[in-house]
């Protein structure tokens, strides 16, 4: 074996259980920051998942963030306007099934039409104002999950009356509706139909579940008084992530407001961010007290050790070599207590993964945990770079101890 | 320069050493001499006297405040770390009062240390070496035994093996019979002075025991960090230009020759 790695290894290997105690402290540290990244990280992709089933991927609407081009800015380069308003007028998007058929043309993804209605449901005697929105039963699929969040009725079952309607179930629990319940719906702008209950939906977000309802195109365009009346497109894209692109060229190539998930969330999604340094803040001092040990032991091998080191050096072996034994060391106890992290990280997750929880804001019945081999990446460097660290400083030390001091006091 | 001095092994010129302090101390002054091939030198003086830090001079293992220590011609004082080690480990071998053996080791790995960290042999070479010191030394039934299992002259007969590992010219042992009893003491003496006899080793030796340095071929006697008197067997303190060589210790060698070795032990 290597003459480093041989002495190095018996070092440790006699001071078995100060070692132990020293693998132990970074075996706690990294079994506990795989456990708090997985739990952190996971809790965070279950929610974005969910935003994500649970909300269109971009939504196009008629608000029209610049006035429309115009043909000078075109045909001259030097041209340029200023103080345009947009255009006034009439609500919704012109012309929506040219623009929906434009969009399928290029979007990876489906496209469905909506009628978004702020309205207020009343049923005996109670009223809850609710988000409606007016839906294609037969496009809705493909840009939702809304058809495997039934768990009444089906989304076809708004074609079976003239007023149908789909509740959330904590919207329905709310005002006490029941499936087939009859209830009125009236808006700001003045209508009031009374629909029948043909289903309800179960989202796992509570703010959906508690304040949306769905109606058809149709019966939504009635409400909001405006006939033809489109105001939303919703697209769902094959890849999530590439919203933000996709919205994008929408909004150039339409001149309509088009809104990815990301850009809806950016406030959720930048409190991500926070969390996620907290996460690692807190995961990188748990590693760093965890070094401590390392460090203690490291420095107790080196001061007792400390006329083995004379005579290393009075033979002829170098600083460099010296300080490489006790760096080795420092090396081993963070390799092992990595490996033996990785066991205590699972173990954990795996445990914490069986208990039953109840979040107030989403139903998941366990805790969201994410399993991915980066955390244990993450924190196998972590753990050996600061065992490395904390080895290097009393293994420095002790390479430039002088020999001759050490002899003489020996002697 | 003579051809003793050309061929010295190891040579201090006006080596001084001052230790830094609230009030420095002077351990070795003004010590100027060449060691030849083929010697037992015994270094002698009371306490105190800088016995042992001429020792560690001469052995690379300190630096002299002024003066140089040359060994086979090449001055050392610009040496790097790295250099020093290297000459320690091909050119010196070192035993102390007490053995210094690593503890955690058997007797086979103690002795390969320095050939492990000179890298120069393969592992078999290393460990038939190890074998074969152990053997000459009487130690081939403890080969696989810890140091703490042996006796003080036997842990002594190890720490001769480990410093014989790499085959140096010089052997710097700095009170070798120091810790052990008078059986013990013969048999390391014994050994070192075969040392010089049948394997043409030069061996230094910082003894107190004034018998033992009576047996040798050169008695360096120090007193407050000088040369003060060499002799006494084999060896006389001849210098027919002493003074014009400011105090040189110029040294003859009786046993082969009747010629003069000036500057030259």
Redesign the interface.
């Given at each position: 074996m290597n003459?480093i790695l041989?002495?190095a290894w018996?070092?440790i290997?006699?001071r078995a259980r100060h070692t132990a105690v020293a693998v132990a402290g970074v075996t706690t540290g990294v079994g506990f920051s795989i456990m708090m990244a997985a739990l952190m990280q996971g809790s965070q992709d279950d929610f974005i998942n969910r935003l994500v089933d649970a909300i269109p991927h971009i939504v196009v609407s008629d608000e029209r963030r610049e006035p429309p081009r115009q043909p000078a800015e075109t045909a001259y380069t030097a041209a340029e306007f200023h103080g345009l308003t947009p255009i006034a007028m009439r609500p919704g998007i012109k012309n929506p099934l040219a623009t929906m058929a434009a969009i399928e043309q290029w979007v990876p993804g489906a496209v469905a039409p909506s009628v978004q209605v702020k309205g207020i449901l009343r049923y005996a005697s109670r009223d809850v104002s609710a988000s409606i929105t007016g839906i294609d039963p037969h496009r809705e699929p493909r840009v939702s999950t809304l058809a495997k969040q039934m768990h009444a009725g089906t989304l076809p079952s708004l074609y079976r009356t003239t007023n149908a309607i789909i509740l959330g179930d904590r919207l329905a629990e709310k005002i006490g509706a029941k499936l087939d319940a009859n209830l009125t719906v009236q808006t700001a702008e003045g209508a009031r139909i009374t629909a029948q209950v043909a289903g309800l939906f179960h989202a796992g977000v509570r703010s959906i579940d508690e304040g949306t309802a769905y109606v058809l195109v149709k019966t939504a365009q009635v409400l909001a008084q405006q006939t033809g009346l489109v105001n939303e497109i919703r697209v769902r894209t094959t890849d999530p992530m590439a919203a933000r692109e996709v919205a994008g060229r929408i909004e150039r190539e339409t001149g309509y407001k088009s809104v990815s998930w990301q850009g809806a969330q950016e406030d959720l999604l930048s409190t991500f961010v926070i969390r996620n340094i907290i996460m690692y803040t807190v995961v990188g001092a748990i590693l760093l007290v965890a070094s401590f040990g390392t460090y203690n032991i490291i420095s107790t091998i080196t001061y007792e050790k400390a006329?083995?080191i004379a005579?290393?050096?009075?033979?002829?072996?170098?600083?460099?070599?010296v300080r490489n034994i006790f760096v080795v060391e420092a090396g081993m106890i963070g390799l092992a207590g990595a490996a033996l992290g990785f066991g205590l990280g699972h173990a954990l997750c795996r445990g914490l993964g069986l208990i039953e929880i109840k979040n107030p804001f989403l139903d998941a019945d366990h805790l969201p945990l994410a399993y991915t081999g980066w955390h244990y990446v993450i924190a196998a460097c972590v753990a050996l770079g600061s065992s490395l660290a904390a080895g290097y400083f009393p293994a420095r030390k002790a390479a430039r101890v002088y020999?001759?001091d050490i002899?003489?006091g020996?002697? | 320069m003579s051809s003793a001095e050309a061929a010295a092994l190891i040579e201090a010129r006006k080596v001084t050493r001052i230790l830094s302090g609230i009030v420095p101390t002077t351990l070795v002054h003004d010590v100027d001499f060449a060691i030849a091939p083929n010697r037992f030198i015994a270094i002698t003086g009371p306490s105190g006297s800088g016995k042992s830090s001429l020792l560690y001079l001469l052995g690379l293992l300190d630096v002299p405040t002024s003066g140089e220590v040359l060994i086979r011609g090449k001055p050392t004082h610009h040496m790097s770390e790295h250099e020093r080690a290297f000459l320690r480990l091909s050119m010196l071998g070192f035993v102390f009062q007490f053995h210094f053996l690593l503890p955690e080791f058997n007797l086979l790995d103690n002795v390969m240390l320095p050939m492990r960290a000179l890298a120069a042999r393969t592992e078999q070479q290393m460990r038939e070496r190890a074998c074969e010191l152990l053997a000459a030394l009487g130690l081939s039934d403890h080969m696989n035994k810890r140091p703490d299992q042996l006796s003080g002259g036997q842990r002594q007969r190890v720490a001769v093996a480990r410093a014989l590992a790499n085959d140096p010219p010089v052997i710097l042992a700095d009170e070798p019979t120091g810790s052990l009893d008078s059986n013990a003491s013969e048999q390391v003496f014994q050994i070192l002075r075969d040392l010089v006899d049948r394997h043409g080793k030069t061996v230094v030796a910082v003894t107190h025991d004034l018998g033992l340095a009576e047996r040798t071929d050169c008695r360096v006697h120090l007193a407050d960090g000088a040369v003060v008197s060499t002799g006494p067997r084999r060896c006389d303190l001849h210098c027919a230009d002493r003074q014009s060589r400011q105090g040189q210790l110029c040294v003859r060698r009786q046993r082969n020759d009747q010629s003069h070795y000036r500057g030259a032990v």
């Open positions: 003459l041989d002495i018996t070092h290997r006699s006329r083995d005579i290393l050096k009075s033979l002829g072996l170098t600083e460099r070599i020999p001759v002899i003489r020996a002697t | -």
